[in-house]
Structure formats: structure tokens, C-alpha cells
């Protein structure tokens, strides 16, 4: 393990996870960053990409021992994103963004550790990606918007100018919410749905015009 980054660690970044959205975000790395990949931690060695394996998640201690300074949570989930990076900062670990060298970000937009702006995707004049959220590949973030931490706008998903996601939100794959939408904390948007009301914490909305799925009778 060790090894594997010396000589590496004063500019290295380990990538937390190693599924397919680790494999995007390793792809999407800017060429010209000082801060570079230098291998994945997860649970399927055979799973790391381009980048060397490093180990399980127990492998990070040693990592900063060996001088690894700075680190960058792939993983789509939200509430697991959170608790890894949560982890990683408890060890010392800088967060770092990733801004993919095709995706447009506002001179005024503000994007956050941990946050990943992937290929082709748009963050507004104005919008604010907050910690670990993910704006994913070809999606859309409009003027003066508010991306919560740890939240995810899928690929092709495209919000309106002025529209507020919450924590650990979810909006699904080619969703549209327009402007001055509110969605809250943990809730999600279906794929697809067109979001023309606020959406409340926790609620799951599917559809065009998208509505909440019908809760399940208790028997």
C-alpha cells in the first residue's frame, strides 16, 4: 500500500469507492490539476478502473500515515457519501472538488469540497453546489440555485434558475424542475418527472406533472 504512493502523497488524492461512478469521476479528472488520482479504496478489488486498488476503507489510516493529504468520496449514494467523507475528514483528510475539464461553471458560482461537476454539466451564474453534492454528467443547475450538501442531480437533469434542492436530495435521471421550486432534505424526484410544486422533506414524486407516490397501506 505504501508503495503503491510513494512519491506520490504531497499532490495525491485517494478516491473513496471504486463502483462505476468512481470509474466516471476518475475519467472526468482534469488533466491539468496539481491534485491527481492515485489509486480507489473499496470492497471489490477487481473493480478500480484506471487507478490502482489501495485497499478496503480500513486502508485509509495507513494512506495518511503514508502522507496522503487530501481525498475525494465517489460514491452516488447520499447518505453513504456523507458518512465516508465524514470518516475521511476525522483522519485528517482534505475534501477536493472535481470540475471536469468540459463542464461550465459560473465565474460566481461556488462550488464545495467534496463536490463533483462532471462532464458537460452547467452550474449557473450564482448556484452554490454545496459539500459533496454531485451535479452528474450533461445535467444543469441554473442561475442562483442551491444544491444541498450531499445531494444528487442525476445525469441530463435540469433545474431552472432560483430552484433550492436540500440535503441528500435525489434528482433523477432527465428530471425538470422549474423556477423557484423548493425540494427538501432526503427527498427524491423520479426520473423523467417534471416538478412544477414544491416537493416537502423525505417525499418521493414520479410524473408529468410529478406527484408524490401513493404510500403503501399498513396491513
Known sequence: MTQAVRGQTAHGVVIIGNGGHARSCVDAWPVASDLQPIGCTGHDPD????????????????LVRAGVRHAFVAIGTPGLRARLARGATDLGLELVPLVADSAQVARTAQVG????VLRSAVLGAYARLGEGAILNTGATVDHDCTV????????????????????????????SIRPGIAVGDGAVVGAGAVVV??????????GNPARPLPQKAIA
Open 47 to 62: 473493480e478500480h478502473g484506471e487507478v490502482p486498488y489501495l485497499g478496503g476503507d480500513d486502508a485509509l489510516p495507513g
Open 113 to 116: 469540497p467534496g463536490a463533483a
Open 148 to 175: 444541498g450538501d450531499f445531494a444528487h442531480v442525476a445525469p441530463g437533469a435540469h433545474l431552472a434558475g432560483t430552484v433550492t434542492v436540500g440535503a441528500h436530495a435525489l434528482i433523477g435521471v432527465g428530471a
Open 197 to 206: 410544486r414544491d416537493v416537502p422533506a423525505g417525499t418521493t414524486v414520479v
